[in-house]
């Protein structure tokens, strides 16, 4: 349901997402969308960190509490963070901190990957 919603969504600017012109009235939403997804995106960061400085950095741990689960927020954050390039690229670069030290910590490198095509395909011109 959460995906389909939030397909419509951007469905419905995709076309102002393409020419620039964001209505006043679509920033506040994606800014809402990317704090809430930053903020869960962020706190797994810390569990990965504080595991990794206590020692107990295992990859079956990893993959059985944070890949193996719902990845939502960390897609949301990827896709808000690649169309907030042009907009504000302080909130862009905070969530390329955040994917990008999630990657690290996850010892995954997907997310990056699809952090750098969906930045290829939308801000390359």
């Keep these: 349901i959460f995906y389909f919603l939030l397909f419509k969504f951007f469905n419905l600017f995709i076309d102002k997402f393409n020419r620039n012109n964001l209505d006043i009235n679509t920033k506040p939403v994606i800014l809402i969308f990317f704090v809430i997804s930053a903020f869960f995106l962020a706190k797994d960061n810390l569990i990965l960190l ?3 400085l206590n020692g107990n950095f295992e990859r079956s741990f990893i993959y059985e509490k944070f890949l193996s689960g719902r990845t939502t927020h960390l897609n949301v954050c990827i896709i808000l963070s690649v169309l907030n390039f042009k ?20 010892l995954s490198r997907v997310p ?3 952090l750098f095509l969906l930045h290829i395909i939308l801000n390359l011109e």
């Design 50 to 52: 504080d595991n990794f």
């Design 87 to 106: 907009l504000n690229r302080k909130i862009a670069y905070l969530g390329y901190f955040l994917i990008v030290s999630y990657s690290f910590l996850s």
């Design 112 to 114: 990056m990957f699809y």
